[in-house]
């Protein structure tokens, strides 16, 4: 009898360790700075691409989700302190980050390009990094590490925004700015007299979800996530959602769409 309740007992505290585990909200880290993938709706919660990710990923672990604003320079350290258990912000992974943190597979393919004063005769990185000139990049972004090792003339503005990026080359301050396409081609449709898009990509990235070095079973399902989502029609879902008329314009210019 001693036996049976010692066992019945064993059995119970396992299940109460496995909902516990369950209930432990799944800390995301994303900058809630780059819309439409992380951004605040007019009542500050966080909505976007990414939040959708997100909270579909949540569902898929039966975890409630809890999203970390974070300056995009500071998610990989709140990774590697465990403040939060994964990042999920347009990161691109690249063999620099590989160094510090783990990536799940890749889930979106996309690339650097420029946005360039309306006026200016910039055609191609080439173009930019000419004595005189101006590029300006978000700090701790891939576009930052490509100005820092690829130009040699140009000088390399680096802010803390994209916002303040695309100001720079509005107001003729800076002749280009260094980013992924999609938000490339929102900036120019948001400054079209001010402003020119160069979509076509310097330089081939793709993103995905950091995890922390070692975290493998956390990356073993995020994976499997990714994998089941994209069979199902999520990744397309989120498309036609967040970005039906970036995906039109893409096709028109003959530019291969991210998803």
């Known amino acids: ?4 309740h010692r066992l019945a007992l064993l059995f119970l505290f396992a299940f109460v360790a496995a909902t516990r585990a369950a209930d432990k909200p799944l800390i995301v880290g994303m900058d ?56 999920i912000s347009s990161m691109t992974a690249t063999p620099e ?26 055609q191609s990185i080439a173009d930019v990094d000419r004595a005189g000139r101006s590029a300006a990049v978000v700090k701790g972004t891939t576009a930052h590490i490509y100005a820092t090792q690829q130009l040699k003339k140009a000088r390399v503005l680096v802010l803390d925004q994209p916002a303040s990026c695309v100001l720079e080359v509005a ?14 081609l929102q900036n120019w449709r948001k400054n079209p007299d001010t402003t020119r898009a ?11 979800i950091g995890l922390r070095k070692g975290n493998d079973a956390l990356r073993t399902q995020v994976n499997a996530f990714l994998a089941d989502y994209k069979t199902k029609g999520g990744f397309d879902k989120l498309g ?15 530019v291969p769409f991210v998803f």
């Open 1 to 4: 009898m001693k036996s049976f």
């Open 171 to 184: 107001q003729g301050k800076a002749d280009a700015f260094l980013f992924d396409q999609l938000s490339t």
């Open 198 to 208: 160069i979509l076509t990509p310097f330089q081939s990235e793709t993103w995905a």
């Open 32 to 87: 809630l700075s780059y819309p439409p993938f992380e951004t605040r709706d007019t009542t500050g919660a966080p909505i976007g691409v990414s939040v959708d990710l997100a909270k579909a990923l949540g569902e898929f672990l039966h975890r409630p989700v809890q999203i970390e604003n974070t300056p995009f320079a500071g998610l990989i350290p709140a990774l590697k302190t465990s403040r939060v258990d994964l990042v």
């Open 240 to 254: 036609d959602k967040w970005l039906s008329e970036q995906k039109a314009e893409f096709q028109k210019l003959g």
């Open 97 to 122: 980050r590989a160094q510090s943190i783990d990536f799940s597979e890749p889930y979106l393919k996309t690339g650097l390009c420029l946005l360039v004063g309306a006026k200016t005769d910039i």
